[in-house]
């Protein structure tokens, strides 16, 4: 079965440190994964997805099919950065599995 | 363009109460959907539709009804409300399947006494 794991509920980080929200999924073919981010009082939205191999505000994902992982990274987190993330995988039925997500805090 | 839109945002129902919530969307998509999201588990697909007059079944179907009659509407049910269906829900639309972006609406406060 396609599942999605997230292990971290709450991430903490100090503003200019570091950070990377981790992410495992399970999945027999060929995945095709995503990051989601909620902002406080937002709406829930596409932060990036691995097919385009992109830079969204800083963030990169490396899908890395040995690890079965797909971590989210950012060298230099922001306060702005603060937020629930989401990461989703996309499977054979064309719907999205979603992880139970991890929020990220960012201290000033 | 309201993107996607949800009504009610919040409600509260006693158990075995019915009600419908709705969900449009003015982006002309196929396919749309609902999820349901709980503490610690993300977001869980109730049920989906892939165009006008479709529909099928999510991972967390039991309990609930969905009817497509009109492209940009998609309507969820709840024949019999229970307490374990206290949640937000949430509703999506994306232009097909295939992996496209899907753009979610606001969300709904659902409490079940």
């Known amino acids: 079965a396609q599942r999605v794991t997230q292990p971290e509920k709450l991430l903490s980080v100090f503003k200019g440190a570091p950070v990377e929200l981790k992410c495992n999924y399970s999945?027999?073919?060929?995945?095709?994964l995503f990051w989601y981010v909620q902002y406080s009082r937002q709406r829930l939205q596409l932060l990036l997805r691995h097919i385009s191999r992109e830079s969204i505000k800083g963030f990169t994902a490396d899908l890395n099919k040995g690890e079965t992982s797909f971590h989210l990274k950012k060298p230099f987190a922001q306060e702005e950065d603060s937020a629930m993330y989401y990461c989703?995988?996309?499977?054979?039925?064309?719907?999205?599995?979603f992880g139970p997500g991890t929020r990220l805090s960012v201290l000033p | 363009n309201a993107g996607v839109t949800q009504t009610p945002k919040f409600r509260v129902l006693k158990t075995g109460q019915s009600m419908t919530l709705l969900c449009a969307q003015d982006m002309n998509h196929e396919y749309m959907y609902w999820y349901r999201q709980d503490p610690g588990m993300g977001l869980r697909l109730i049920h989906y539709?892939?165009?006008?007059?479709?529909?099928a079944k999510g991972e967390v179907p039991d309990g609930y009804n969905v009817s497509r009659l009109k492209k940009q509407n998609f309507l969820l049910g709840l024949e019999s409300a229970a307490p374990s269906q206290t949640s937000v829900y949430f509703c999506a639309s994306s232009p097909q399947g295939d992996g496209d972006e899907q753009f979610f609406g606001p969300g709904t406060r659902l409490t079940v006494l």
């Open positions: 999945y027999s073919g060929s995945p095709e």
């Open positions: 989703a995988l996309l499977n054979y039925g064309q719907n999205f599995v």
């Open positions: 539709s892939v165009g006008e007059g479709t529909t």
